[in-house]
């Protein structure tokens, strides 16, 4: 049973920094591309990074440029997100997703809970 449990979110101040973390069980990690989705409250679900089975090639949404960074851990089947110079707008529930994301996207039973990211001073 494919499993991703989201961890690391919580309550900062505008400007500062977070590390999610994203454990993935149930398949077989390395396989896969792997996205950071999140949600708003009240907006509907953002792509907001994606890395490559490997984690050589990473891509991000224009809004989080230059601010966050994906990242991956074969070895111990775990995605990351380090988020810097966070910003009220990066509010939001963040999820893990591997690859294909569901077209539309929206959140299907097979997703982890979320983890919530608070940015406000």
């Known amino acids: 049973q494919e499993q991703l449990v989201e961890s690391g979110g919580g309550l900062v101040q505008p400007g500062g920094s977070l590390r999610l973390s994203c454990a993935a069980s149930?398949?077989?990690?390395?396989?896969?591309?792997m996205n950071w989705v999140r949600q708003a409250p009240g907006k509907g679900l953002e792509w907001v990074s994606v890395?490559?089975?490997?984690?050589?090639?990473?891509r991000y949404a224009d809004s989080v440029k230059g601010r966050f960074t994906i990242s991956r851990d074969n070895a111990k089947n775990t995605l990351y997100l380090q988020m810097n110079s966070l910003k009220p707008e990066d509010t939001a529930v963040y999820y893990c997703?591997?690859?294909?994301?569901?077209?539309?996207?929206?959140?299907?039973?097979?997703w982890g809970q979320g983890t919530q990211v608070t940015v406000s001073s």
């Open positions: 997703a591997k690859d294909p994301l569901p077209r539309p996207l929206h959140i299907p039973p097979s």
């Open positions: 149930g398949f077989t990690f390395s396989d896969y591309w």
């Open positions: 890395i490559n089975s490997g984690g050589g090639t990473t």
